[in-house]
């Protein structure tokens, strides 16, 4: 058998084990960029996914991107501005797209107002693939879907193998390398490599954090959720209804038990306001085009006023929303029973939201229940209409050269710490930084039973040593699980900052392997960390903020 695109085969063993130069584990936001900034640079790459679709929350998990204000001008990857035009580009050629939208600069094909670019899952999937594609071509890149990581061996410090099962036939593969990046949703890598991690909260003795908790607590952790497609199909009620759900009971009777108390039932209109924590009233009514506080808009990815008369195309809003956020249970740190469990009940909360809004919701017209809206199976590309993978915001991290804190990017803290004025406060200067992000420190109801945690951040940086393990050589953390604590987790989380923490620890795995040096090598010299953050200048890395054009986004 011929040797893998983009790596080599060993004749013992045709196509189970495979040597290449780079693993990127996990094919998400923060992998695809790896993946696109190593191969650039020359590397062979073998990138893997447990699901038939890379692209992570752009994809699989059904999340149209939360991004800053300033995206559309400043504060990301030129790769990233790249990806969010192609976005823009594969609507443009639509044929029954109106004129004024194919004009429009800032192209917004779903009109949510969560997003400047609320898009569909499945042109998100596209535009990645075409992107990735001259690479694979080239042989440089080998993309593994539906693999699950299984397995790892180390030797001193050093990682020297992963093992994948394949979903559809049951054999393992041996990923051999002399470098790897863990760009899992869960930081699933960690763990089987032995590489130093935490879990969950801290306890404000360890960090000296403003928001953390007394006590530390590695059970708690973000809620997950499981998204789900919905078209409004006005004339076609009685085939959209879904059978009632085994746990419906439950779930239309819940009323979250936390602290600060959640205001009421879960299933309502009526929800918790993230920052204030009081009773926040929202709308939800699909025949509404333009309501700013209207749950259909908020995370819609197709606005179908935005194509041509006769079209098929129709109003598809995403749900991700506080009524089918589950925080029961965590999924990080229990028996792999229990956590198949939770997201069991996760979807079957999400089931039973769907059924709740087409039955009994009330609507503004004094009514009950939605017939109208269905689930959307095609956007997502799964036969019902649910994402193919649950959408988590919080991992495993490791315990890194360097760790975020709030002190270091959150508003209230920073001014404790720095004496600054409100209006003039800025967020640490890391003299390594490799990248830039935005997005306020946004932690949703925990699995220890704690209630929101929203509070102003600072445009800030993403520092190399949050890259680094303090021991393991040659793996680097490529996703949500680089050096950060589950308070500043809250602000790194989000698509455009894993796709540049990606990036970064993709051209630093070239960099590195053309250098012969190992990461905190490069970080430990001022000249091998100057060239190298020249070299991601030269990629389109922004590695520093503006500084007359970033007000805090505390008054977002």
Known sequence: MAAAAGCASRAAAPERELA????????????????????????????????????????????????HPWIEHFGCTRRYLVFREAVRDHYRAQPALVDAARANAVLNPGNGWVSRLCHEPRVAHAVLRQMLEPEVASGRLRILTEHDLTAATTQADRVTSVTLRDRHTGHDRVLVAPWFIDATEL???????????????ESRRETGELHAPEQANPLDQQAFTWCFALEY??????????????????????IPAMKPAWTGRLFDWTSTHPVTLGPR???????????????????????????????????????????????LGPLVGVPTLTAAEHLRRSREL???????????????????????????????????GFAKAVYIRESRRIRAEFTVLEQHVGVEARIAATGWAKDRVRAEVFVDSVGVGAYRI???????????????????????????????????????????????????????????????????????????????????????LSAFQAELDRQGVERTWPADSTPPLHSL
């Open 20 to 67: 290449c130069d780079l693993v990127i584990v996990g094919g998400g936001v923060g992998g695809c960029a790896a993946a696109l900034a190593a191969c650039r640079m020359g590397l062979r790459v073998v990138l893997t996914e447990p699901t038939d679709w890379i692209g992570g929350q752009l994809t699989s998990q059904g999340v149209p991107p939360d991004e």
């Open 187 to 201: 930081g699933d890598l960690l763990p089987l490599a032995g590489v130093e991690h935490g879990i969950g909260a």
């Open 233 to 254: 199909r006005p004339e076609d009620t009685a085939a959209n209804l879904i059978p009632r759900p085994l746990d419906y009971g439950f779930w239309r009777d819940y």
């Open 281 to 327: 009233a929202l709308v939800f009514d699909p025949s509404l085009k333009t309501s700013q506080n209207n749950l259909w808009t908020y995370r819609r990815i197709v606005d179908g006023g935005l194509w041509k008369p006769g079209s098929v195309r129709r109003d598809v809003s995403l749900a991700n929303w506080p009524q089918n956020d589950y925080w």
């Open 350 to 384: 999400s089931r039973c939201l769907v059924h709740w809004m087409q039955t009994e919701a009330p609507r503004p017209d004094g009514g009950t229940g939605w017939p109208e809206i269905r689930l959307c199976p095609d956007v997502l590309g799964t036969p019902d």
């Open 442 to 528: 946004d932690l949703h109801p925990g699995t220890g039973g704690g209630n929101y945690i929203d509070v102003g951040s600072l445009p800030f940086q993403i520092p190399l040593g949050a890259l680094i393990p303090r021991r393991v050589e040659n793996l680097l953390a490529g996703a949500k699980n680089l050096g950060v604590t589950h308070i500043t987790n809250g602000c790194y989380r989000l698509h455009p900052v894993e796709w540049n923490i990606g990036e970064s620890a993709g051209a630093l795995a070239a960099w590195c392997a053309q250098k012969r040096l190992v990461p905190r090598q490069v970080r430990s010299s001022a000249a091998r």
